[in-house]
């Protein structure tokens, strides 16, 4: 961490804590050197200097935010981010309430710090809608208060001329929740006049610049600040520093925000148009001294019209004044001044109340109505200390509220640190400091301090001048240190002093105040019957204001000084009951120039601010103090001796806690009551032992608790398996009794079907006989016959269905046959036609006609280019149909001759070679025979008639079926073909005959037998 803090301490010293010497020149110097590389911020101890640059740096960033948030306050360069999350986080984890003190001269900084502030809290803290519009109000509460309470001065172009003090109030998780604000004494002074080269409040310019020409004209204004009286005393109306036309806008937009109706809104630039109609109101005297108003009524008219006042009576309170003797009342005409006194004091309170109002409705819109406990940081910004050419009643109370605040300081920081160390018994080396008491006990003092004098020389009957009260305060003070007046002062003062003027010799300075008008803005008196005239506006914020006034009451109002002295004293108690944290901000020129860095200047500051005498105080002392009890119950848990429980005396539990630690003597003391730790790094480690620790206990609580949730949880849905199996299982069991019940049911329906399946059908049996019906189609189904051919597949029907069986197998036949047909192509139709004839002829008759069914027929078995040509020459005029080979038998020798046998249309040719052996005509042909058995002889049994013919014709063809086929069709010869058994008989002449026999044997042969006929052995056919 040490090495840290060097590494960032490239340009001067972070934390002047650290500096090698404590003596003014070190102390500027280091200021200066990180001033002039833009770094405005130092710390002393965990108090923050800040020097204005007067310009724009870049580090008020969403990144630099980031960079700050929960980040140990000395880890990173100093910057006012640090310490808001400082004091946050500590709130955070202590619950308590803070409070941040923004201090320094007029135009040093503050108001710019707070609102840095807010919004690094703004950004850093947990976000919701809801919260975001909590925030939004905050923030926006700024431009309007600023508006309506900052103006321009000589010293700062945007001094709050009120002080402010507000409270952030966060919830338990640290969000941002709501907010509150107390406001301090206005300076109403400027309403009605303001100092050459100083401006009324900037609200006056943004209306009259910035307002729409509608609503200027709604309110009677014109578009000129010269033509206001109460806007150009100053002779500034237009200042290049500030934008009045965009600060009007974001004004108008900020008060949407916090939820300002029209008709409020119109109601208080009313009251805004109406102060500037009222400064423009002129008076002149009559014959008898008497005022009048100046020739123009207009303005008047507008004040009254905006107000919602009459006019006569607006007139008449501005002229004359009301006295009541006894029960009459008699009207009593003002002089000029008086009517200028009515007209301003009239101005001035308008202006006044109307602020307090509008504090107040900003707080009702902040207010967070939630009763649960809050902690808060509040963010005090209050006019600075400020020293003008001349000082009046407002410099005077500006001034003394900023004694208190340093009164406050010391009393927190010198003062009550050393007494501290006293009561705690801490070894110590007093610091001396000037104890700045002396000059608030002779402001505010009971009956002999300067407000007294003056709330008595207010009070007092008879004719009290504010030169009287400089004389009682001459009589009273007169020997004070810091008090001197023309009449008390040596010659060489004297010099310097008016007799109507009075010298303080401030903390921060000496002021010369001028006595003229401290009476009059003490008193604050508005005229009664103008007040009354207030009560009865018709402007409701107007009617609210003064009626909270009460007109009625005899008694004399507080004087402004009592009432700004009480105000502070309750500051002071709000205060106190906070933790405090620091900013001192410097100014660090007079002219507002960036990168000047006046040395007298500043040094003047860090005198009178005390600074270095709380840097002393912070070396010599220590950085960090707890009670025992607080210190070991937040670090017990780093030293086993103390956790979970110490139960001895707190304080030697610290002891062993620290001794644990390996803290060295020299870093802390144990007081009375309390240990004090010398070095925020020792702290710092502690704490982020801590912080390691908190997350490792943490993890382990954890740990256990998620044991303990998930063997809860195991428990639990063990429990509920078990419960939900009980509850399956029984569903289960009634639908498996469900279930055999109706299992026996239909068994039986079954079986009481099976017996009645015979009968006709009836409740008994209708259902079994569906089943079967079902279960037989189904099978059916599945099991069909694939071809036509296929007889036996067919699922045999149980007895109700034989019918419907039988029509289906003839329906899926035909199917089938259908299917075939016109499956079938023409050339097979065809040779389907002839095995057809084939069938017909042979089927059941010849042995071999069976194997010859698959055998395809062909066109024919010899091709044209084998039969001789001479041949075809010869039959050229007939058209050859069909050739097979063929042997032919010799009638008588039976020699067998291989021929070619030729199919015409009209006949037949048998062919040897060139020859055509025989020819028979079909007209000549009476019959064809053949054997029953398997052999392949043919008998063509030809008409002898002709001589030419050679008798009946013998041959043997392989293709016999489809030779004798292709005969018949050709030669239409169907009914020609006989099958015979036994043997045929043959003309082998005319009128000479033999036969052909037939038989079976081992070997098939044809041969010539003994009896001289043709002897055919036929294989023996196989069984069919
Ligand atoms: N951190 C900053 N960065 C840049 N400019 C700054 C900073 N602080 C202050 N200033 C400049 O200084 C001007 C005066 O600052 P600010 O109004 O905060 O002073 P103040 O201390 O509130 O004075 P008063 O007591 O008169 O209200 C600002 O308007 C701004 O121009
Ligand atoms: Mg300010």
Not at 95 to 123: D, P, R, W
Not at 580 to 592: F, G
Not at 981 to 1003: L, M, N, Y
């Amino acid at each position: 961490m040490e090495g840290a803090l060097t590494a960032r301490d490239r340009v001067g010293i972070q934390d002047f804590v650290l500096l090698d010497e404590t003596t003014d020149a070190a102390f500027l110097s280091n200021l200066k050197k990180r001033f002039s590389n833009d770094l405005i911020y130092t710390y002393i101890g965990t108090l923050l200097v800040s020097v204005n640059p007067y310009k724009e740096l870049d580090i008020y960033n969403k990144k630099q935010m980031d960079i700050y948030m929960g980040v140990n306050f000395f880890e990173l360069p100093p910057h006012i981010y640090a310490l808001a999350d400082n004091a946050y986080h500590t709130m955070l984890t202590e619950f308590n309430n803070h409070f941040i003190l923004i201090s320094g001269e007029s135009g040093a900084g503050k108001t710019e710090a707070s609102k840095k502030i807010l919004q690094y809290y703004a950004v850093s803290c947990p976000s919701t809608t809801l919260l975001n519009t909590v925030r939004d109000k905050m923030l926006m509460s700024n431009p309007v208060l600023e508006a309506f309470g900052n103006a321009k001065t000589l010293k700062n172009d945007n001094s709050s001329r009120f002080g402010k003090y507000m409270d952030i109030q966060f919830n338990s998780e640290g969000d941002a929740v709501g907010g509150h604000i107390l406001n301090y004494l206005l300076e109403k002074s400027r309403v009605v006049h303001q100092n050459h080269g100083e401006r009324n409040f900037h609200i006056f310019y943004q209306l009259v610049v910035g307002a729409s020409d509608d609503l200027l004209h709604q309110l009677g204004l014109e578009r000129d600040c010269q033509h206001y009286t109460y806007l150009t005393q100053g002779e500034c109306a237009i200042v290049s520093s500030i934008n009045d036309n965009n600060d009007w806008k974001t004004v108008k937009n900020a008060l949407q925000v916090i939820e300002f109706d029209e008709i409020d809104t119109n109601h208080l630039f009313g009251i805004v148009a109406s102060v500037l109609h009222l400064g423009n109101i002129q008076f002149e005297c009559d014959s008898k001294g008497h005022v009048l108003l100046s020739n123009n009524n207009a303005e008047l008219r507008w004040v009254s019209n905006l107000l919602g006042v009459d006019a006569h009576t607006l007139q008449e309170g501005l002229t004359f004044r009301k006295l009541e003797a006894k029960k009459d009342q008699v009207l009593s005409p003002f002089t000029i001044d008086h009517a200028i006194y009515a007209r301003d004091a009239l101005a001035k309170a308008i202006y006044g109340q109307t602020f307090t109002w509008l504090v107040n409705k900003i707080n009702e819109s902040m207010e967070n109505k939630d009763p649960s406990r809050k902690m808060i940081i509040g963010l005090l910004d209050i006019y600075g200390f400020e020293v003008f050419y001349v000082n009046s009643f407002e410099q005077f109370c500006i001034n003394y509220c900023n004694e208190k605040l340093q009164q406050l300081f010391i009393q927190l920081t010198l003062k009550a640190e050393q007494e501290e160390y006293e009561a705690e018994n801490i070894e110590w080396e007093p610091v001396q400091f000037f104890n700045n008491k002396i000059i608030c006990d002779l402001i505010e003092e009971r009956h002999r301090g300067i407000i007294s004098i003056l709330d008595e020389e207010c009070l007092r009957p008879g004719d009290a001048t504010d030169l009287t009260f400089l004389e009682r305060l001459e009589e009273k003070m007169g020997n004070h240190p810091h008090f001197v007046t023309h009449k008390l002062a040596d010659k060489m003062t004297r010099k310097t002093l008016e007799r109507g003027d009075f010298r303080l010799l401030h903390y921060a300075g000496e002021v010369t105040y001028c006595v003229v008008g401290f009476l009059d803005k003490n008193n604050d008196l508005l005229y009664r019957n103008i007040k009354d005239l207030m009560c009865h506006s018709k402007n409701a914020i107007v009617r609210e204001c003064f009626s909270t006034m009460d007109p009625d009451s005899r008694k004399r109002p507080e004087t402004v000084a009592t009432q700004f002295k009480s105000s502070l004293l309750k500051l002071t108690e709000i205060l106190v009951a906070k933790e405090a944290w620091y900013i001192r901000c410097l100014k660090s020129n007079e002219s507002k120039q960036s990168g000047q860095f006046d040395e007298a200047l500043i040094r003047h500051q860090v005198k009178y601010l005390g600074l270095m005498e709380h840097l002393r105080v912070r070396r010599a002392g220590f950085a960090y103090r707890r009670k025992y009890e607080i210190f070991l119950k937040r670090y017990k848990p780093l030293c086993p001796a103390t956790w979970p429980h110490w139960r001895g005396e707190p304080a030697d539990g610290v002891e062993i806690l620290v001794q644990h630690l390996g803290y060295l003597p020299h870093e802390y003391k144990m007081g009375r009551t309390k240990i004090f730790i010398r070095h925020p790094r020792t702290l710092y480690a502690t704490e982020d032992a801590y912080e390691k620790c908190k997350h490792e206990l943490a993890t382990r609580l954890q740990a256990k608790y998620k044991g303990y949730k998930a063997k809860g949880e195991f428990r639990k849905q063990k429990e509920a398996a078990t419960k939900i199996e009980t509850c399956w299982r029984g569903v289960q069991a009634r639908k498996e009794k469900e279930r055999r019940a109706w299992a026996v049911k239909v068994i039986k329906q079954f079986i009481k079907g099976y017996m009645t399946r015979g009968q006709a059908k009836c409740t008994d049996n209708s259902e079994y006989l569906a089943f079967v019906r079902q279960n037989y189609l189904n099978r059916l189904k599945d099991n069909l016959p694939k071809t036509v051919l296929d007889k036996t597949t067919w699922q045999s029907p149980p007895h109700v269905l034989k019918e419907t069986s039988e029509m289906l197998r003839k329906i899926h036949y035909r199917l089938m046959v259908r299917k075939y047909v016109r499956g079938i192509t023409p050339q097979r139709k065809a040779q389907l036609q002839l095995k057809l004839i084939t069938s017909s002829i042979f089927k059941g008759k010849k042995d071999s006609y069976p194997q010859s069914v698959a055998q395809p027929f062909e066109n024919t078995r010899i091709n044209e280019q084998d039969i001789n040509a001479r041949v075809l020459q010869m039959i050229r005029n007939e058209h050859i149909k069909y050739s097979v080979p063929v042997i032919k038998y010799d009638r008588n020798g039976c020699k067998p001759r291989p021929r070619q046998l030729i199919l015409t249309q009209t006949a037949a040719y048998v062919l040897e070679e060139a020859k055509i052996k025989q020819r028979v005509l079909y007209t000549s042909l009476k019959g064809i025979s053949v054997s029953n058995l398997s052999d392949s002889i043919i008998v063509f049994h030809i008409t002898c008639e002709d001589p030419k013919q050679k008798g009946d014709l013998v041959i043997q063809c392989d293709y016999l079926y489809e030779f004798l086929t292709k005969l018949s069709v050709i030669a239409n010869k169907q009914n020609a073909i006989k099958v015979v058994q036994g043997s045929i008989k043959i003309e082998i002449q005319a009128g000479k005959e033999s036969a052909v026999d037939f038989t079976t044997g081992q070997e098939p042969m044809v041969y010539k037998a003994k009896n001289g006929h043709l002897m055919v052995v036929a294989s023996r056919a196989r069984t069919r």
